[in-house]
């Protein structure tokens, strides 16, 4: 099926950087949107940013002017840059990309990559 690795969480101080990776691999014939999303403790899954195959991309107005979400589509990868990282920024993050498979039994989908812990410690 189709595999989304991420990598570059980790834990930083008030106003530090990271940035995420989140490579997609496997039968993929194409892929739409990626995007990230976030899930903090006690409270529901967001959106966080998101970019379409042509590079249009939108976020939630708490990260909008800090975060940049980007995407290498020769790589099938997309990225997140986090700059001026906040406490309540702190959050699993996880990789979503809208996949449409190849091969027998084309299928167009939702595929979640594992998720990465992002902590922001004051």
């Known amino acids: 099926q189709v595999q989304l690795l991420e990598s570059g969480g980790g834990a930083v101080q008030t106003g530090g950087s990271l940035r995420l990776s989140c490579a997609a691999s496997?039968?993929?014939?194409?892929?739409?949107?990626m995007g990230w999303y976030r899930q903090a403790p006690g409270k529901q899954r967001e959106l966080v940013a998101g970019?379409?195959?042509?590079?249009?991309?939108n976020y939630v107005d708490s990260v909008k002017g800090r975060f940049t979400v980007s995407r290498d589509n020769t790589k099938n990868t997309v990225y997140l840059q986090m700059n001026s990282l906040k406490p309540e920024d702190t959050a699993v993050y996880y990789c979503?990309?809208?996949?449409?498979?190849?091969?027998?039994?084309?299928?167009?989908?939702?595929?979640w990559g594992q998720g990465t812990q992002v902590t922001v410690s004051s």
């Open positions: 979503h990309a809208v996949v449409t498979t190849a091969g027998f039994g084309v299928v167009r989908k939702g595929f």
């Open positions: 496997g039968n993929i014939f194409s892929i739409d949107s």
């Open positions: 970019i379409t195959n042509d590079g249009l991309s």
